[in-house]
């Protein structure tokens, strides 16, 4: 049974870094993506309202990232550890959120094609980052 895990989130002064861990268990190749994606707290909590950030092909490392974390934020994998990262910089207020990861079955991530969190296969249960002083 595939399933992902985050972990990472917490209390962040604005400026500062946080590396969030996507864990992946039970996938049975390499053909997949994982997304991240977030969600302002108190919003209603339905998958398609999820903004996505950064996505990451398992198998080729190819990604994708949104305009508005180009620059601050990167995404990287280990596919010994099964895990992918997103390591978060210069982070401000506006990026308070909870963070979800999730995986999308026989699809690469392309710079140019924003993955749709309703094609997502698996989702995390998230991580809130909060960014305030």
């Known amino acids: 049974q595939e399933h992902v895990v985050e972990s990472g989130g917490g209390l962040v002064q604005p400026g500062g870094s946080l590396r969030l861990s996507c864990a992946a268990s039970?996938?049975?190749?390499?053909?997949?993506?994982i997304g991240w994606f977030r969600q302002a707290p108190g919003e209603e909590r339905e998958v398609v309202s999820r903004?996505?950030?950064?996505?990451?092909?398992?198998?080729?490392?190819?990604?994708y990232y949104a305009e508005s974390v180009k620059g601050r934020f990167t995404i990287s994998r280990d596919n010994d550890k099964n895990t992918v990262y997103l390591q978060m910089n210069n982070l401000k207020p506006e990026d308070t959120a909870v963070y979800y990861c999730?995986?999308?079955?026989?699809?690469?991530?392309?710079?140019?094609?924003?993955?749709?969190?309703?094609?997502?296969?698996?989702w995390g249960e998230g991580t809130l980052v909060t960014v305030s002083s």
């Open positions: 039970g996938f049975t190749s390499d053909y997949y993506a």
């Open positions: 903004e996505v950030m950064s996505c990451i092909s398992i198998r080729d490392g190819s990604t």
């Open positions: 999730a995986a999308r079955l026989y699809y690469y991530c392309s710079a140019h094609v924003r993955p749709s969190p309703n094609a997502m296969d698996y």
